[in-house]
Each structure stands twice: as structure tokens, then as C-alpha cells.
């Protein structure tokens, strides 16, 4: 995945997420895009206040406080790491160096929580200002962008992403 407001969109979702099952997340995620302004990372970094007591009563979304609040600083974060490098999507995928992890697990149990680069990212993302970008969110959020294949081996979409047995 390329498109920005795709990266913001999966990045804001990913912090949801956070401590609850992810389908819990995906059955709100149309409330999510709705109350974020489709994800726009420029409208969202403008929430003020009134904005936050508005998603806070929403129903729909995940009425924790630390995590809707770090939703709009995000936002304001994501847009300088824009303006330094021209786009998140430059930024974020030279921590891959531009192409996809092809892992080659043979079941589920093997699949890390973290890994280096996850902490790398995390590390990064927060000292630019981010939260809820702990290793464990950026690493499931680099498998939900395409920067990591961590299918099984045995599984259809494992090749269609590139997968190769060594």
C-alpha cells in the first residue's frame, strides 16, 4: 500500500485497536472513516476540542479518550513527516528499503509480535510525536500495508504476495 490517506487510515485504525480484537475495529470502521473525515490527515490535524468531546460521544468508535486524542496529534505528526520527506509513503517504506518482507513461516505460532524493524519504526514514529505506535502496533501495521508477508507458506495468498521458498 502507497496511497497516504490509506497509510493514515490504517495507522489510526491500528491504534484503535490496540488491547480489542480486530473485529471489533472493522465493524466500526465506517463510523471511524465517517467521524475522521475519511481519513484526511489535514482535516483531522485541525480537531480542536469540541471535535474530541464529538468522537468521545460517538458511539460507533472507540470511546477511549488517550486513543482518540492521539488520533488528531497523530495527524499533526503525520503531516510534518509529509512535509520532511514528501510523502508518509516515502518515509515509511525506506525502513524496508522499498520492498516487501517475504517470510516463509510454516504456521502461525512462528510469526513474530515484533521484530527490529517494528521497534525501529516504532522508535522513530514516537520521536517524532506519534502514539499508539508501540513495536507490536507498527509490526501489525506493516503486515496490514503489504510492507511484510508474514502468510504461511502453505497459504494461497503467500505466493500471490511474492512469497519464495530459499
Known amino acids: 500500500m502507497h496511497d497516504d490517506r490509506l497509510l493514515f487510515e490504517f495507522l489510526i485504525l491500528e491504534g484503535a485497536q490496540a488491547g480489542l480484537s480486530w473485529i471489533t475495529i472493522l465493524?466500526?470502521?465506517?463510523?471511524?472513516?465517517?467521524?475522521?473525515?475519511?481519513?484526511?490527515?489535514?482535516?483531522v490535524a485541525r480537531?480542536?476540542?469540541a471535535d474530541l468531546a464529538?468522537?468521545?460521544?460517538?458511539s460507533g468508535l472507540v470511546r477511549n479518550r488517550l486513543k482518540l486524542a492521539s488520533a488528531i496529534s497523530n495527524a499533526r505528526s503525520f503531516l510534518a513527516v509529509q512535509d520532511e520527506f514528501g510523502s508518509?509513503?516515502?518515509y515509511l517504506w525506506r525502513f524496508v528499503d522499498g520492498t516487501p518482507r517475504q517470510n516463509a513461516w510454516r504456521?502461525?505460532?512462528?510469526v513474530p509480535a515484533t521484530t527490529a524493524t517494528s521497534d525501529a519504526l516504532s522508535r522513530d514514529l514516537k520521536r517524532r510525536g506519534f502514539?499508539?505506535?508501540?513495536?507490536?502496533?507498527c509490526y501489525a501495521f506493516?503486515?496490514?500495508v503489504g510492507m511484510v508477508n508474514d502468510h504461511t507458506f502453505d497459504c494461497f495468498r503467500w505466493s500471490e504476495l511474492g512469497g519464495?521458498?530459499?
Open 27 to 43: 465493524r466500526k470502521r465506517a463510523a471511524y472513516r465517517t467521524a475522521f473525515a475519511g481519513f484526511d490527515p489535514q482535516q
Open 47 to 49: 480537531f480542536g476540542e
Open 54 to 58: 464529538r468522537l468521545l460521544a460517538d
Open 88 to 90: 508518509f509513503d516515502a
Open 107 to 110: 504456521s502461525l505460532s512462528e
Open 131 to 137: 502514539n499508539f505506535v508501540g513495536g507490536t502496533i
Open 142 to 144: 506493516m503486515q496490514a
Open 164 to 166: 519464495t521458498l530459499p
